[in-house]
């Protein structure tokens, strides 16, 4: 597995109690927690809240950048998802990360002080050379999108 150097700064206390870590040898991302004061929040169906995560992040890295996950068990068995899909932490932010959890379920959910909601994984980012033309090449496919491939 490669590795990176990342600096991280912790700015809660939910991280005197747990570890940051990679659950097992292969995993890819490391657990990020509901760093929060009270007990727990609640999120009613179809409701949102943003988590802060209690971290701050220094990827050592240009070419690497932070991708916040939803953790496949709280999507699958609770309906709880990262809001926009996927959050993005630029290598040169260097604020608290936040985790904005979407209830997708029927029922309200709660989430505990550091209990684990989503997951960071760091990957290669590409800066595109925009080339500005006039036509773009052909291919088969051409401009059908939105299932024009087929479902099987």
Same mark, same amino acid.
């Given at each position: 597995m490669n590795r990176i150097n990342v600096k991280m700064k912790f700015m809660h206390? =939910?991280?005197d109690e747990h570890e940051l870590a990679y659950a097992t040898g292969h995993s890819a991302g @490391?657990? @990020?927690r509901a760093c929060i004061d009270q007990d727990f929040v609640e999120i009613a169906p179809?409701?949102?809240h943003a988590f802060p995560a209690g971290v701050a992040i220094e990827v050592l890295e240009p070419s690497i950048a932070g991708?916040?996950?939803s953790? &496949?068990? @709280?999507g699958t068995k609770d309906g709880? /998802? =990262?809001s926009q899909g996927v959050g993005v932490i630029d290598p040169d932010y260097r604020g608290e990360i936040k985790v904005s959890l979407l209830n997708t379920s029927d029922k309200v959910r709660r989430i505990a002080r550091g209990q684990r909601i989503a997951q960071l994984v760091f990957m290669p980012v590409f800066q595109a050379e925009i080339l500005k033309v006039e036509?773009?090449?052909g291919t088969d496919r051409g401009a059908g999108g939105f299932g &024009? /491939?087929?479902k099987l």
């Open positions: 206390p =939910v991280w @490391l657990d @990020l179809g409701q949102k991708y916040v996950f953790r &496949s068990g @709280l709880l /998802t =990262v036509e773009l090449g &024009s /491939t087929g």
